[in-house]
């Protein structure tokens, strides 16, 4: 089919790429010029694995292309809106201004028996508000909600472990669904799990996702501030807990809390759609659980004061980590710039290092200093925190790290390295939520990011 992706930011870039890997012919239409140009050229803008292979490929198969051209949109069958919905600068609510003005752009060229498609995450409401806004062109219009996370995202879009269809009056219609299902139907025909709803459930239902994720991480980081004061280990208990298969062990670690463009920013957006509902009960609950992980990081800069006793004036401390995840280069609330800038502010010398994300960071913070070899990082430090639980770091040689720093002294903020290991190594180590005595045992389980799709194949080409 033709396909139009309208936004080469993130979601959208992923977006097309994927959908010319399951064999379509798609464009997709970005305002930043210099973007598209390195689209164009097969380069991808921002990391993400298997990424960069599937952009190449799209480019040598001749299915994908990007442009700044509005009237390359007019031979497209389905229209995706991919654009950002940013947290507003003013306040907790999402920012539809791309959004809208994508719209405005796409609706001269909408032939009339075109269906668009929405995948931009967006307050309750605005999908009515983009029907009224295609309304003349005779198109249908259908929400069809992202559910991408950084780091695996080819993998989500390659192997969904759902896909909604949220219509107007929440019924079938057949046109325009059967030209979604013709679109996914590499991925129906895999057994993926359809949802047919309203546009209010489809709307609902990423910042609800989200928002679910943030209470279960806020939750056992409360626990594991009570595990600190009376000497519980919450790495036991969370795996104890995670046995019972209605709690779960994903997205279940106690640490240094979450971060990201999209898991605060939707349950702000969340917990501003309850105020204006009059939902006073899911209002609370959401304010308390982005203060309980704002609060992770500014215990674990404690943390790092207190090991240091109660200054950290004039001292070298090394992040391990600038990303607010492994396997991206995302630096946006990104908890260990949080806490390296905290403690910047002490007037510590702190130098981060990171795989990815050196190049997106250091511009941005000229109070920090940043390497990209983790050796040269670690060299002379006093205190050594790890806040992202990159592979490279999880996997580093004790012994080795040991003899690059002056004082081997490590936290752990995301219960991610072997204690037994470390400790054994010389260095005085540290958990969070593992008790006074910080005991020794395992580091967490499934911390990891599951594993890409084999994209080398083309398993999914039409």
């Not at 695996?152 to 057949?174: C, H, I």
């Not at 002490?346 to 997106?360: E, F, I, K, L, N």
């Amino acid at each position: 089919m033709k396909i139009s992706v309208i936004g080469a930011g993130y979601l959208g870039t992923v977006h097309a790429a994927t959908l010319a890997h399951l064999g379509h012919d798609v464009v997709g239409l970005d305002t930043d010029a210099l973007r598209i140009a390195h689209l164009e050229s097969g380069n991808a803008p921002f990391y993400e694995p298997g990424l960069a292979e599937l952009l190449e490929q799209g480019r040598h198969n001749g299915r994908l292309r990007f442009t700044t051209d509005p009237g390359e949109l007019a031979q497209a069958q389905v229209h995706f809106l991919c654009v950002g919905t940013p947290q507003s600068k003013t306040g907790n609510d999402s920012d539809l201004s791309f959004l809208f003005s994508a719209i405005e752009t796409l609706v001269p060229f909408v032939r009339a028996d075109a269906v668009v498609v929405g995948k931009s995450t967006v307050p309750v409401g605005t999908a009515a508000q983009v029907q009224e806004m295609i309304a003349g062109t005779g198109a249908a219009l259908i929400w069809n909600p992202e559910f991408l996370r950084q780091g695996t995202a080819v993998q989500d879009s390659l192997v969904p472990d759902r896909l909604v269809y949220g219509l107007r009056d929440g019924t079938l219609q057949s046109s325009a669904c059967a030209m979604l299902d013709a679109v996914y139907a590499p991925l129906l025909a895999r057994g993926t799990p359809q949802v047919l709803t309203n546009f209010a459930t489809a709307e609902l239902i990423k910042v609800s996702a989200n928002a679910f994720l943030a209470l279960k991480l806020s939750y056992i980081n409360a626990v594991g501030e009570f595990c600190e004061q009376v000497g519980a280990d919450v790495v036991a208990l969370q795996q104890a807990l995670g046995h019972d298969e209605r709690i779960g062990g994903k997205y279940f670690h106690a640490g240094v809390g979450f971060g990201g463009g999209c898991l605060p920013k939707d349950l702000r957006s969340f917990r501003v759609q309850a105020q204006r509902h009059g939902i006073e009960s899911l209002d609370e609950m959401l304010s308390l659980v982005d203060g309980i992980n704002a609060d992770a990081r500014f215990r674990m800069a404690e943390t790092a004061v207190g090991l240091c006793g109660g200054s950290v004036r004039g001292l070298r401390i090394t992040i391990l980590g600038a990303s607010f995840k492994p396997n991206t280069d995302d630096i946006r609330d990104s908890p260990a710039l949080d806490v390296a800038v905290q403690l910047a502010a002490q007037g510590a010398r702190v130098s981060v290092t990171d795989p990815q994300a050196v190049d997106s960071a250091w511009l941005q913070y000229p109070q920090l200093s940043f390497e990209s070899d983790v050796f040269a990082a670690l060299r002379g430090a006093e205190l050594v925190l790890l806040l992202t639980q990159w592979p490279e770091f999880v996997s580093l040689d004790p012994r080795k790290a040991a003899a690059a720093v002056q004082r081997p002294v490590i936290v752990d903020g995301r219960n991610a390295l072997d204690a037994r290991s470390w400790q054994e190594a010389g260095w005085d180590y540290h958990g969070v939520g593992r008790g006074s005595d910080q005991v020794v045992g395992p580091a967490v389980e499934n911390w990891a990011p599951a594993s890409g799709a084999n994209i080398a194949s083309n398993q999914f080409a039409l």
